[in-house]
């Protein structure tokens, strides 16, 4: 007989299962059928799922359901997954039929596994602890699944809000470094108005700032659990003490504030939970993306661009043109944008999907919900570190192109109203001078109204008058 195998049975058969595998028929199953995408499942998720386990163990054994010693045993497997042990044994792909069966299986047998283990046994001993009676009691997919995928995304939603904060920081620290440095303002790429720069950096630190409350506040959405629901959240084959015991203990293991949902069947039926929160962090990559296409645009040329900010330099920008520099941290921010926001249709998608008692697709939503957050915490981190950290201004180059656009002219019309400064702003421009130098030459005011009507760093502000209006 090979000793390298061991043979385990389900409803369809047999199959042979490697001797030193922890996982068991069920998972070797579900790798044989699903094997489309190569991702494998979200760590966190796999984490979340363990600490369930530990949670229901301990409840199951308060409650005299389960045996001391296979509750202990089944709790220390649990708690070496949840520091990430035993991560290559869990092998299903992310993207899985059965609304997270294979993924909820195979962590019933890992840790049946390896509790068996602790007790001296070996893999594949079920009568010591089984999968399904023992690690999998008073369960369903269907309430482990969507619960873990609560915790997980509360836990990946903190460092990413954190990372938020940072760049919002060092965004309002780049607020106060430019605040007297006057530029032209821009409207659909058209010169409009003066701004001050640092005007520029305070809109983009306030839009992270919305986003971080965002975060905030959705945590209190995935609170709310149908942990105990069972297979439909009717709470079948559960006791009803154990629901509340095992919402009390996951509650105390994952150190959130988790609740058991009002509406169990609700939550069971319905991911529009996972809509919301997708739809929030699309929100935050709408942000990124449209800071780093600014600086992008700021940043441009040098010389035959805007110019007016300068980013880090952090590569050679080309194999053929010498010297040239790109900036390729806000390009990767972007890209991490697009993926996101491709991902938040994914999840809508599947969140419609669901039909009766469950949705079949929460795989892909917990795939793509997970990865997002995960993603965008790296992003918003080397986007503040990498890139916005040592952003400095041109000051010279922001002088020179208000002082030869229009963007001052609309200055003109509180004094000489707006088609007179029309005229003027079109003189300048067929002339190639100044809107000032302009007004002057057109006879509109004097020179030294000018330096009253065009003083730049007013302009950035709403007019403040001490006198009345002139009378047109």
């Known amino acids: 007989m090979d000793k390298t195998v061991r043979i385990e049975k389900d409803l369809l058969g047999e199959r042979e299962v ?39 163990a301990q409840a199951n054994c308060e409650l005299g359901y389960l045996a001391p ?56 001993d079920y009568h010591l602890v089984h999968p399904l009676n023992h690690v999998n009691l008073h369960q369903s997919t269907n309430d482990i699944y969507p619960t873990a995928l609560r915790i997980a995304a509360i836990w990946l939603l903190q460092p990413l809000s954190e990372a938020c904060a940072l760049l919002q920081q060092r965004l309002q620290e780049k607020e106060a470094e430019f605040a007297g440095i006057v530029k032209v303002g821009r409207t659909q790429l058209q010169d409009a108005v003066p701004i001050m720069l640092g005007q520029e950096f305070s809109a983009y630190a306030q839009a992270i700032s919305r986003d971080r409350w965002r975060l905030y506040k959705v945590e209190e959405r995935l609170r709310q659990t149908n942990l105990g629901g069972t297979a439909v959240g009717t709470g079948m084959n559960a006791d009803q003490k154990y629901i509340y015991l095992i919402n009390e203990r996951a509650r105390q293991l994952a150190k959130i504030g988790l609740t058991r949902a009002e509406n169990m069947v609700d939550t069971t039926q319905n991911a529009d939970v996972f809509v919301e929160v997708s739809g929030l962090i699309k929100a ?77 697709f929460l795989p892909l939503i917990a795939h793509h919900l997970l990865g997002n957050i995960q993603m965008l915490s790296r992003c918003v981190a080397a986007f503040e570190e990498l890139c916005v950290r040592g952003i400095e201004a041109n000051q010279a180059r922001c002088h020179q192109l208000l002082e030869n656009s229009l963007a001052t002219a609309a200055a003109l019309v509180p004094y000489v109203g707006y088609d007179q400064a029309t005229k003027a702003a079109r003189y300048a421009y067929h002339n190639a001078m100044p809107v000032k130098q302009a007004a002057v030459e057109l006879g509109l005011v004097s020179s030294e109204d000018c330096i009253t009507i065009f003083d730049v760093q007013k302009m950035t502000h709403p007019l403040q008058r001490k006198t009345s209006p002139p009378l047109r």
């Open 18 to 56: 490697s001797q030193t595998a922890y996982y068991g028929i069920h998972t070797v199953r579900a790798v044989e059928n699903f094997s489309m995408s190569g991702y494998a499942v979200n760590s966190t998720l796999i984490k979340a799922i363990a600490l369930i386990k530990k949670a229901a």
């Open 284 to 360: 935050l990559a709408v942000n990124l993306n449209k800071i780093a296409n600014d600086l992008r645009l700021l940043s441009s040329g040098p010389a035959a661009g805007l110019g007016e900010i300068r980013l880090p330099e952090r590569q050679a920008g080309s194999s053929l043109m010498p010297g040239k520099v790109n900036p390729v941290i806000p390009e990767a921010v972007n890209q991490v944008a697009f993926h996101v926001i491709a991902g938040d249709a994914a999840i809508t998608m599947a969140a419609q999907g669901g039909q009766l008692e469950l949705n079949a």
């Open 69 to 124: 010693e296979l509750s202990k045993a089944i709790c220390q497997a649990a708690e070496e997954v949840m520091t990430g042990q035993w991560q290559e044994q869990f092998v299903v792909d992310a993207l899985q039929g059965g609304a997270g069966t294979s993924t909820n299986m195979n962590v019933n047998e890992v840790l049946a596994n390896r509790a068996i283990e602790i007790l001296g046994g070996e893999c594949g």
